[in-house]
């Protein structure tokens, strides 16, 4: 039987053909379009516990008051050296200057007032409603040390003001936090307030060298009174302007969890000799392969299973195009994205594990072979990985059994916080940052390094 296809039943096949290609791609470029223009995750609670708001009139006097409290302390030079070395007597003016300065605070019937390990300070504050789950204001007031030649451009504890910018250690982390939860505190005190949900502040000594007397101490404490915190707001992220490109406008940035950490040493043993009879490879040699695969072999992009993602979801409505098509359409575009952000060092640590080989030591001798040499890597990982994985895949990558792989100390990422809708404390944390500075966009991400600003996981 013979087939005779005509022209137009030929051209209506094709036509058929071409609806079938064409009308999925057109679908997806309607839902892309679509989604550019209405997409907008930035959304918060519909009702709020309480709407009312203190607005501080603050007078000249009162302003300079302040300034000169935050001057004087971080004038107080509490370095914590180590574990056993701090600067007790600075801590102890530190003190003085707090019940100088916040008087009401250490002083009124709502507050219960407690020194842990001799120079952290727990406040319980009581709310009208003891119902209500409290929730915690966590600050260090420790501070690293610091020393002039390092490259300040004033004594790093003179709190010096240059073109409105104070200078000095803990200007940032964290004596603003200390002075700041304080101050906002006394000012309410002053006018009689009383707040619905009791609520407790955390004032640590020793955080900057791991808290082991400060706040592991607190949380014993809380822990043996049974204490449940709805979430915890410790020092964290920033407001950044003008650094996200295509972005209209600052970005405030809440941190809803925190990189994992993890310090590896790799060690190689050989036997020693002449550098007149080598082998083929000395220990120096095996050990710098190993680091070379390391680096050269990254850990695997992990774009989408943190935050990461939620963090330009929420910001997609304030870009301009481009920008805001890839944004509001990460379903489609975030190998783009993800692809972008792993080609810069500073972004790169939003999607992977990073490795970073900070020590490496052999040789005590121009002419001897060295018997042992070692590395140390620091690794700060993603928050869908552990430690344990991470050490799973540097030995995989090195690959090599005469390199020793050993955990010297590490810590797993933090869960991360629920930042949705029906969040309290992310909720509260926005509007409280929306309402101090309304021209910003709140979103949240995880930590890069050991900072945490807002964690609702019951840790105690």
């Known amino acids: 039987m013979k087939i005779r296809i005509t022209k137009k039943k030929f051209f209506k096949i094709f036509a058929i053909l071409l609806t079938i290609l064409i009308l999925p791609v057109l679908i997806l470029f309607l839902v892309v379009i679509g989604r550019t223009f209405t997409f907008n995750l930035n959304t918060e609670l519909e009702q709020w516990e309480n709407t009312t708001t203190f607005n501080p009139h603050l007078s000249q006097e009162q302003k300079a008051r302040l300034l000169a409290n935050l001057k004087e302390a971080i004038q107080l030079p509490t370095v914590s050296f180590s574990e056993t070395q701090q600067n007790i007597s600075a801590l102890y003016e530190f003190d003085l200057l707090l019940r100088r300065v916040f008087p009401k605070v250490f002083s009124s019937n709502l507050i219960q007032h407690e020194t842990i390990s001799n120079y952290t300070h ?7 409603e003891a119902d209500l789950e409290p929730y915690m204001l966590l600050a260090h007031i420790d501070v690293v040390p610091a020393d002039e030649a390092d490259g300040w451009d004033a004594p790093p504890f003179s709190a010096q003001e240059l073109n409105g910018f104070i200078y000095g250690r803990g200007t940032i982390d964290d004596k603003q936090s200390v002075m700041g939860i304080l101050q906002a505190l006394e000012y309410l005190l002053e006018r009689g307030y009383t707040p619905r949900r009791s609520f407790y502040i955390g004032l640590g000594h020793d955080e900057e060298v791991n808290g082991m007397q400060g706040a592991v101490n607190i949380v014993k404490l809380l822990k043996s009174r049974g204490v449940k915190l709805l979430y915890v707001l410790d020092e964290g992220l920033t407001i950044m302007d003008g650094m996200i490109d295509g972005l209209d406008g600052p970005a405030a940035l809440i941190g809803v969890s925190e990189k994992g950490q993890a310090t590896v040493k790799l060690s190689v043993n050989a036997a020693p000799g002449h550098s007149s009879m080598p082998p083929r490879e000395t220990s120096i040699g095996i050990l710098a392969s190993a680091v070379r695969r390391l680096e050269q072999k990254r ?15 929420h910001l997609a409505h304030k870009f301009g195009l481009p920008h805001r098509m890839v944004m509001a359409n990460l379903w489609l575009f975030s190998s783009l994205l993800s692809g972008i952000l792993e080609g810069q060092p500073d ?6 594990t990073t490795t970073a080989v900070t020590m490496f ?7 001897v072979l060295p018997p042992y040499a070692e590395a140390f890597v620091n690794f700060r990982i993603h928050s869908s990985q552990t430690v344990q994985e991470v050490l799973k895949l540097i030995e995989s990558t090195i690959s090599d059994k005469r390199v020793a792989v050993e955990l010297m100390k590490g810590f797993d990422p933090l869960p991360v916080s629920s930042y949705d809708e029906h969040t309290f404390g992310y909720q509260i944390i926005k509007k409280t940052a929306n309402d101090i500075f309304p021209q910003v966009t709140v979103t949240p991400v ?15």
């Open 361 to 367: 030591n052999s040789g005590v001798k121009i002419n």
């Open 122 to 128: 727990l406040f319980s504050v009581s709310g009208s």
């Open 299 to 313: 850990m695997p992009n992990l774009f989408g299973l943190g935050p990461e993602r939620a963090t330009f979801e």
């Open 347 to 352: 972004t790169n640590a939003f999607v992977r």
């Open 446 to 460: 995880s930590a890069l390094a050991t900072l945490i600003a807002v964690t609702t996981q019951n840790f105690l």
